[in-house]
């Protein structure tokens, strides 16, 4: 038997919804993370101090009894934002965080940003106050071809936008490319860049060969098969800018297999035995206390947590739902389309 403990990782990269859904889909986060930073993009949109306090309060309401979670609050960015307001929810500690929408790029994005030049009040302030600004990396213009999206967003905004505000603390949210890895390992302590679990095993032929697979489509889409090798040298090579944001995207089955789709991959129940098979395959096992508890609280300025979690590797198969039944309706859970023999165990 093979096992590893680890200190108790978080996941910088979640969405939770609201409602039903929300408390359907909670649970299959707190049982293993023990913070996340929760994505804005509700409809309506987190935009202000005063919808992150009042969301943060409908997760806590919903937490499982016993449950000992904290959700780090995000603010949407929009041509609206005021300064103030993001400065005053960050200084109370509130929000750890703003998300970039390109407007148009993906669910809920209608109210994000069409010109960075009217955010730029903003930007300055949280460069200022070191706030990071975590950024949905795809540029929207029709002209550019999906599986392009993410480098061109690097090369004609992320980096134009480095160049003029180089204190700004940044987080490339959710990298797909190989584009995307090596921007990151060269930028320097004010950027970091999530990586999901699912792009780390999927890549576009998942989605596309032998039929269309609706629950292997999210944004950003997955690539070909390069960028995924190039996704798991980045998220196993111990570099701290590297670290776990799962993206878990739930959205009922109903919407998923739909004539136009959804996009997300829904992972908060199975990412911690998925990473460990991942990082076991790459030989990196030791990386992945970096990657999943040390790499993003040292990024946030927040402590590791102090507990741990145990993953163990046993002959029997990990046998996780298909789907969670929520009330808002049935959602599936991915699918590595592999055995996977770790568990986690306390
Ligand atoms: O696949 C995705 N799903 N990508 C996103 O950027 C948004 C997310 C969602 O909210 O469903
Ligand atoms: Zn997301």
């Known amino acids: 038997m093979q096992q590893i403990v680890i200190r108790r990782p978080d996941d910088w990269h979640l969405h939770l919804r609201d409602g039903a859904m929300l408390q359907g889909v909670l649970p299959e986060t707190t049982r293993h993370f023990a913070r996340a930073i929760i994505m804005p993009n509700l409809v309506p949109p987190v935009v202000t101090a005063r919808d992150a306090a009042a ?15 904290e959700p780090l609050m995000t603010l949407y960015l929009t041509e609206g934002t005021d300064p103030a307001d993001v400065a005053a929810a960050a200084g109370s500690g ?7 929408y ?7 994005s209608h109210s994000g940003v069409r010109d960075l030049g009217a955010v730029m009040p903003v930007l300055e302030k949280m460069a200022e106050i070191g706030l990071p600004l975590c950024t949905h990396g795809e540029v929207t ?9 993410e480098a061109v967003f690097i090369d004609t905004v992320l980096a134009p936008l480095r160049r003029r505000l180089p204190e700004l603390r ?18 320097g302590p004010n950027l970091g860049a999530t990586i999901t679990t699912h792009h780390l095993i999927i890549n576009r032929n998942h989605i596309l060969v032998g039929g269309i697979k609706p629950h292997y489509y999210c944004l950003p889409v997955a690539k070909r098969e390069h960028h995924r090798l190039a996704l798991r040298r ?8 590297y670290f776990l944001g799962t993206d878990s995207a739930p959205h009922v089955d109903a919407l998923k297999e739909h004539a136009c789709g959804c996009a997300g991959c829904f992972t908060a129940t199975n990412t911690l035995p998925l ?15 970096g990657f999943a508890s040390l790499h993003g609280p040292a990024f946030y300025r927040l402590p590791a947590n102090d507990t741990t979690l145990r993953l163990v590797k046993r002959d029997e198969a990990h046998r996780f739902p298909d789907k969670i039944f929520t009330e808002a309706g049935p959602v599936t859970v991915f699918d590595p389309g592999f055995p996977v023999h770790w568990h986690v165990e306390a």
């Open 234 to 241: 980045a998220a196993t090579s111990g570099l701290p800018c």
């Open 55 to 69: 969301y943060r309060d409908r997760i806590l309401a919903a937490l499982p009894e016993g449950a000992a979670f």
């Open 102 to 108: 390109p407007a148009g790029a993906t669910t809920n």
């Open 94 to 100: 509130l929000v750890k965080a703003v998300k970039l």
């Open 141 to 149: 213009d029709p002209q550019v071809d999906i599986f392009d999206r």
């Open 170 to 187: 940044v987080v490339m949210e959710h990298i797909t490319t190989a584009e995307g890895a090596a921007y990151a390992a060269e930028a």
């Open 275 to 289: 990473l460990a098979h991942v990082f076991e395959e790459e030989g990196a096992l030791d990386r992945l206390e």
